[in-house]
Nanobody
Framework: VQLQASGGGLVQVGDSLRLSCAAS??????MSWFRQAPGKEREFVAG????????DYGDSVKGRFTISRGNAKSTMILQMNSLEPEDTAVYFC?????????????????WGQGTLVTVSS
């Protein structure tokens, strides 16, 4: 499985941004987004199961970010609204073949290359 993340960029506080992650090869069961800000550990942002019914969000993004999967299930979308400077980070998509959304990065087998999101005040 190869993951390709895209959609990052420079935005202003309060703006919205949409990230995409495309999986090639075998479609993974669980897909998630993590992010890593400069000098900080990588943290869980949001995760989604294969059907798209089960979702989980990190506390800092609840109510502002929405995760979804495309109809073909090989694409994952992160709609980010009301962006704050604290959301500035490199965003990584991750996937694993097993069911069950995990907030631990060590549970994920596959990782994309990351896309930079910068929120300017």
């Amino acid at each position: 499985v190869q993951l390709q993340a895209s959609g990052g960029g420079l935005v202003q506080v309060g703006d919205s941004l949409r990230l995409s992650c495309a999986a090639s090869g075998r479609t993974p069961s669980t897909m998630s987004w993590f992010r890593q800000a400069p000098g900080k550990e990588r943290e869980f942002v949001a995760g989604i199961n294969f059907s798209g019914v089960r979702k989980d969000y990190g506390d800092s993004v609840k109510g502002r970010f929405t995760i979804s999967r495309g109809n073909a299930k090989s694409t994952m979308i992160l709609q980010m609204n009301s962006l704050e400077p604290e959301d500035t980070a490199v965003y990584f998509c991750a996937a694993k073949p097993q069911t069950g959304i995990s907030r631990s990065m060590t549970d994920y087998y596959y990782w994309g290359q990351g896309t930079l999101v910068t929120v300017s005040s």
